[in-house]
Antibody
């Protein structure tokens, strides 16, 4: 079955960077788009960007374009998301989520809590 | 960006009674390919979101048939025919037609 397993919680200081991983299994890695979505404490969901493993195409939401880098490693079936210049407002749970043949966001990782605090 | 507006934001319901959540988008969600990329998600407390409905009215595998989605263009509705205790959580609408993809603010369903 499809599994998305994310790396563990992180605590970072303002101005630092964080890199989160999402290891996949149970499907052909290059066959589906992967996204990153975040959720600040008690808040809603915010889409950050999309990775197309088959075409090596990555697109970011405008809001994050100057601070986020999403990469993929086909050999380990892992997608990474790095966010730089962290500020307190970046404290959130970050999710990787995969599409299916029907539509967006069919499968979700368990989430990674990133806490930004001095 | 397309703004997704849900109502109500809080929905107290009695077990066994129906519930309805509305979502309105600021732009038509009909894609140039003819599809309407509008989905509903459920997020139970402490869990990751789960997709319930895709492309307006299609239930995902394993989703009880008491959940149904309808709508078109800019106005969409999620209905629960008879609310059960396991339905408590926050429900989000989402559009995948226009870049960037956007979510509604969420509707918190709670039991009276």
């Amino acid at each position: 079955q499809v599994q998305l397993v994310q790396s563990g919680a992180e605590v970072k200081k303002p101005g630092a960077s964080v890199k989160i991983s999402c290891k996949t299994s149970g499907y052909t890695f290059t066959s589906y788009f992967m996204h990153w979505v975040r959720q600040a404490p008690g808040q809603g969901l915010e889409w950050m960007g999309i990775v197309n493993p088959s075409a090596d195409v990555i697109e970011y939401a405008q809001k994050f374009r100057d601070r986020v880098t999403m990469t993929m490693d086909t050999s380990t079936r892992t997608v990474h998301m790095e966010l730089s210049s962290l500020r307190s407002e970046d404290t959130a749970v970050y999710y990787c989520t995969r599409d299916d043949k029907n539509s967006w966001f069919a499968f979700w990782g368990q989430g990674t809590l990133v806490t930004v605090s001095s | 960006d397309v703004v997704m507006t849900q109502s109500p934001l809080s929905l107290p319901v009695t077990l066994g009674q129906p519930a309805s959540i509305s979502c309105r988008s600021s732009h038509s969600l009909v894609h140039s390919d003819g599809n309407t990329y509008f989905n509903w998600f459920q997020q139970r407390p402490g869990q990751s979101p789960r997709r319930l409905i895709y492309k307006v009215s299609n239930r995902d595998s394993g989703v009880p048939d008491r959940f149904s989605g309808s709508g078109s263009g800019t106005d969409f509705t999620l209905k629960i025919s008879r609310v059960e205790a396991e339905d408590i959580g926050v429900y989000y609408c989402m559009q995948g037609t226009h870049w960037p993809y956007t979510f509604g603010q969420g509707t918190k369903l709670e039991i009276k």
